[in-house]
């Protein structure tokens, strides 16, 4: 799984894309979406239907909540592509998840719950696996590469999707 830096980098990118007109506090709602998925870790699940598209559109429809609630998101554009926004940063954890080195299994996410429980991988291993083990040296050495290879491939993405951005 990339680590929280990956999944904030590539959920503030896909957020923009889809909402340009966002302010710093939107960018900060697709950054917590994107991350969101991995709290059921507090639960000792991983990769079960908070990692599916299911939970992509609970994430919308709480992002449609939240537009009515803030007058700034209110005054920069329509709650549907807000929605869509928050949706859509938070779908691209479950694709980052499933085109990174899992080796805990079930391998992937259950991607298409609630519509089935099976777990989906990707075609490809793209992202380095990120170790929890923090009391051991290795682990962190092992995680500054995770993290710098997720830079360099969703860093140039933010940078794309932030010159799109018009305030
Ligand atoms: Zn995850």
Known sequence: MPSPVGHVIAGVAAGVLVNRRSPLAAMVVFGAAAAAPDLDLIA?????????AGAAL?????????????????????????????????????????????????????????FTDAYYQGPFILFLPVSRAYWRLRAWTENAKAVALEIAVLGPMLWASLRTRNQ
């Open 44 to 52: 000792g699940v991983h990769r079960g239907a908070s990692h599916s």
């Open 58 to 114: 609970l994430a919308g429809a709480a992002g449609w909540i939240l537009w009515r609630l803030t007058p700034s998101l209110r005054a920069r554009g329509p709650a549907w592509r807000f929605a869509l926004a928050v949706a859509a940063a938070y779908a691209t954890h479950i694709v980052t998840d499933m085109v990174s080195d899992d080796s805990r299994p079930p391998i992937g996410c259950m991607a298409l719950w609630p």
